[in-house]
């Protein structure tokens, strides 16, 4: 295995749609005082960019070289929730829709398009470290990170979490199409042909399933500790 910017350590935190590692992820991060890569943004970015110029059905080559030119800035806003910039244009709320999911999972199975963000992905490696979620953080874009967390839920409670979390902004979507919704994303995401949704095999398994936001973030700043992450930077 060859190790890239080993003096830069890495928490990557994999798992499923719905399972809260965003959340979890942007919590670890703030307490450690590393970096953040959401890398399912990218993959969002990339359909949103392509449905924005028609092209969303397009050449995976053509899809490629979208995802290569995304013009991207990630930030923070005053409650701690993430802002994401597409060329300089705050593209936050559309990320988040169901639909931005759905086209990104598309996106996501054409290994050009892998290809073309696994640089950018790699280039948010930077001192002091770095905190990355997606579906393949531990097995692929960064096989050398000092902790590998594969987080999960049942599809169950994935759904009824995202229900939630779009009833409370007002948007009314039904409990079963959701659940359907996630048990097809998962399928998609875990038979792709590169880079599909699994443990690495030195990843630690977490289930939140009947945790709450705090006692997960606590379980993972604990296994940060035993592998001297802190003192690392």
Do not use: C
Not at 77 to 91: A, F, P, S
Not at 163 to 182: E, M
């Amino acid at each position: 295995m060859t190790i890239e910017n080993p003096e830069i350590p890495v928490i990557a935190i994999d798992g499923p749609s719905g399972s809260g590692k965003g959340t979890i992820a942007r919590r670890v991060a703030s307490a450690l005082g590393l970096h953040l890569l959401d890398s399912g943004a990218l993959y969002r970015l990339t359909a949103l960019a392509a449905a924005g110029q028609g092209k969303l059905d397009a050449s995976p080559e053509i899809l490629a070289g979208i995802a290569e030119s995304l013009n991207v800035r990630f930030s923070t806003d005053r409650q701690g929730e993430e802002q994401v910039w597409l060329n300089d244009v705050n593209v936050s709320d559309q990320l988040r829709t169901e639909e931005s999911g759905r086209m990104a999972s598309r996106v996501a199975a054409l290994p050009a398009v892998r290809k073309a963000l696994l640089g950018v992905q790699k280039d948010f490696r930077k001192a002091p470290g770095l905190v990355a979620d997606g579906r393949d953080m531990g097995t692929t874009v960064f096989p050398d990170a000092v902790l590998k967390i594969f987080l999960t839920a049942g599809a169950a409670e994935r759904a009824k979490r995202r229900h939630k979390q779009l009833n409370d902004k007002g948007i009314d979507v039904s409990l079963a199409a959701l659940s359907r919704d996630i048990e097809d994303r998962d399928r998609r995401d875990s038979e792709r042909s590169v880079a599909p949704l699994r443990p690495a095999e030195d990843a630690r398994l977490l289930d939140s399933s009947n945790l709450t936001i705090d006692e997960v973030t606590r379980t993972i700043l604990d296994w940060a500790k035993d592998r001297i992450i802190v003192k690392r930077i």
